[in-house]
């Protein structure tokens, strides 16, 4: 079975510009959560998408935004880019079953802003 | 605010040796913890996992074990070998099915030398 996938691997933007990534979980997988990770904070939670919906929501400006598509399948955008939103992104999948569930990251896509 | 913390940064071990990778918790109603290796480049892998209804979980080399009393979760790796080098994260599962999110500690880097 496939893993977490995203792309692009790698992105390199300029301050003001805007970004979107993407994400496909394992298949059979409902849930899509993405995280920022960085030197200083760590990995931190951004949003969480089922059945197209955002079910929960971390603690980060309204400039991050994402969605979900019928496929499951997520998308982040970073809109209006600062040097800070240099990070790796993580896509982490669960299925979602209705119990506690373990969440299984893609490789990220790391993201520079010069 | 809650959050969930590692005790050392760096562990340095030889080949052979057991490791013993050390988290505090702060949220006493976390029914569920999960740790995670990230090497470079990649995203974090799920290693183990443990409920709450639980002291102590084995798999393959690794054991974790929880402290519910003192809020202290720890993962032993036995017989040390160099790819086990990586950074290590425990997480806390927080959320229900209005939404769900993994709080991650700051990491622990374990270097093995051969």
């Known amino acids: 079975k496939a893993g977490v996938t995203q792309t692009p691997r790698y992105l390199i933007k300029t301050r003001g510009q805007q970004v979107t990534l993407s994400c496909s979980p394992i298949?059979?997988?409902?849930?899509v959560s993405w995280y920022q990770q960085t030197p200083g904070q760590g990995l931190q939670f951004l949003f969480e998408?089922?059945?197209?919906?955002?079910?929960n929501k971390g603690n980060f400006p309204g400039r991050f935004s994402g969605r979900q598509f019928s496929n499951s399948r997520s998308e982040m955008n970073v809109s209006t880019l600062e040097l800070g939103d240099s990070a790796l992104y993580l896509c982490a999948s669960s299925l979602s079953s209705g119990g506690v569930e373990t969440q299984y990251f893609g490789p990220g896509t790391r993201l520079l802003v010069l | 605010g809650e959050s969930v913390g590692l005790h050392l940064p760096t562990l340095s071990v030889q080949e052979g040796d057991n490791s013993i990778i050390n988290c505090a918790y702060s949220?006493?109603?976390?029914?569920?913890f999960i740790w995670y290796k990230q090497e470079s480049g990649k995203g974090p892998q799920f290693i183990i996992d443990i409920r709450s209804n639980m002291d102590k979980r084995q798999g393959q080399r690794v054991t974790v074990l929880l402290n519910k009393t003192v809020k202290h979760l720890s993962l032993q790796i036995a017989a040390t070998q160099p790819g086990d080098s990586a950074v290590y994260f425990c997480a806390e599962y927080v959320g229900d099915e209005a939404g769900t999110a993994l709080i991650f500690g700051k990491g622990t880097t374990l270097s093995v030398s051969s």
């Open positions: 949220n006493s109603a976390s029914d569920y």
């Open positions: 998408y089922f059945s197209e919906t955002q079910r």
């Open positions: 298949s059979g997988h409902r849930s």
